[in-house]
């Protein structure tokens, strides 16, 4: 079982900045990939990035070149770098862990983010 605990959310203008923490505890973090979703009101949850186990990572076009995920095995963490941030990135954020093992996919409870213009 592993448990995702997000943090790092808040109030911020457009063109700042904000970096989100997942941490997680439980099952073997570092062969699990691990991804960040978000989901705006009235609209489905989409992914933002993910990273696997070997660093490869994957970006949604809308946040190519502002956002950067990365991971810490180590402590079992994630995070989400988010730059030059737009109104139209107002979510709620979500963790997410797949498992290796099972493909079991884990959430957190999400960490609300709301830029304004």
């Known amino acids: 079982q592993v448990q995702l605990v997000e943090s790092g959310g808040g109030l911020v203008q457009a063109g700042g900045s904000l970096r989100l923490s997942c941490a997680a505890s439980g099952g073997f973090f570092n062969i699990n990939t691990m991804g960040w979703y978000r989901q705006a009101p009235g609209k489905q949850r989409e992914l933002v990035a993910d990273?696997?186990?070997?660093?490869?990572?994957n970006y949604a076009n809308s946040v190519k070149g502002r956002f950067t995920i990365s991971r810490d095995d180590a402590k079992k963490m994630a995070y989400l770098q988010m730059n030059s941030l737009k109104p139209e990135d107002t979510a709620v954020y979500y963790c997410?862990?797949?498992?290796?093992?099972?493909?079991?996919?884990?959430w957190g409870q999400g960490t609300q983010v709301t830029v304004s213009s």
């Open positions: 990273i696997t186990s070997d660093g490869t990572t």
């Open positions: 997410q862990s797949v498992s290796r093992l099972s493909g079991t996919v884990y």
